[in-house]
């Protein structure tokens, strides 16, 4: 793959978005090679966290690729949205959590994709926007709806109506990154937050997630139901007996199974 690099460090990946002087826009082959790299990634049951990050220091991933979008008709940019919003989706319901180290603009689909992962943290000079309906088209990547679920309903339909760029202190008050960091840290933090992740018991990490996803939208009376489940689901593992006897014999330095 040329335009997405994988490395894995101990048991956590990190997914390169690697095409800096295109500002590391998602094109085809993009989203291509992302898919087969975190198809890649599912395989392997050593990871247990994946940082996913952009070439360069101008630019996490600064949008669709308007210059392949722009003679597209209407079957074809459903086309397009329909495999992006797959991978997007895939990458949401990954089977270990997915941080976005935000290295720069993550502008359009960038701000789509980093909102798909579980958290973001961002350089203080990153900026987030959904530009689209400057350009004559709504948000195609899942912009409309996991925007306001981040910063609620007013805020999303203010910065997609008006295009406005966000700084990175301004996303934290909003909501949208978890963390900002200056950006010769960012990929140490976000590898800090990984290797915590990391630590605990990797079935539960997966449990939790799960339990998040389905029952976020959910009424309460089901949610925590859905919730209930994956609880006592992690009664059957081997890594809930291992984990509560330490803790009743006061001993530390557990080693998870991930069974």
């Known amino acids: 793959m040329d335009t997405v690099l994988t490395e894995t460090q101990e048991n956590i990946a990190i997914v390169t ?9 998602l094109s085809r082959e993009v989203l291509t090679d992302l898919e087969a790299a975190f198809t890649a990634l599912e395989k392997n049951k050593e990871v ?15 949008g669709a690729d308007i210059a392949e979008m722009k003679d597209m008709d209407k079957q074809a940019s459903n086309a397009y949205a329909d495999f992006a919003n797959k991978l997007f989706l895939c990458i949401e319901h990954f089977q270990v959590p997915v941080i976005a180290a935000v290295n720069g603009y993550a502008l359009g689909g960038g701000c789509e994709l980093a909102m798909a992962c579980d958290i973001r943290i961002a350089a203080s000079h990153a900026r987030f926007a959904q530009p689209e309906t400057g350009l004559g088209i709504t948000p195609g990547f899942g912009g409309t709806q996991r ?11 203010e910065l997609i109506y008006t295009c406005r760029q966000v700084k990175a202190d301004e996303a934290l008050s909003l909501g949208l990154v978890n963390k900002v960091v200056e950006a010769e840290n960012l990929m140490q933090e976000a590898k800090a937050i ?18 998040i996803n389905e029952g976020f939208h959910l009424p309460i009376e089901e949610a925590v139901g859905v919730e209930q489940k ?16 330490a803790f009743v014999n006061k001993e530390k330095d557990i080693k998870f199974t991930n069974k």
């Open 17 to 25: 978005i690697n095409r800096p002087n295109a500002l590391n826009a």
């Open 48 to 62: 247990l966290c994946v940082i996913l990050t952009g070439a360069g220091e101008k630019s996490f991933v600064a």
């Open 147 to 157: 925007l306001p679920r981040l910063v609620g309903l007013g805020i999303a339909k």
């Open 194 to 211: 990984a290797m915590q992740i990391a630590k605990n018991a990797p079935i539960a990490i997966r449990y939790a997630k799960n339990a």
């Open 230 to 245: 994956y609880f006592s689901d992690c009664f059957s593992t081997n890594d809930q007996k291992l984990a509560m006897t």
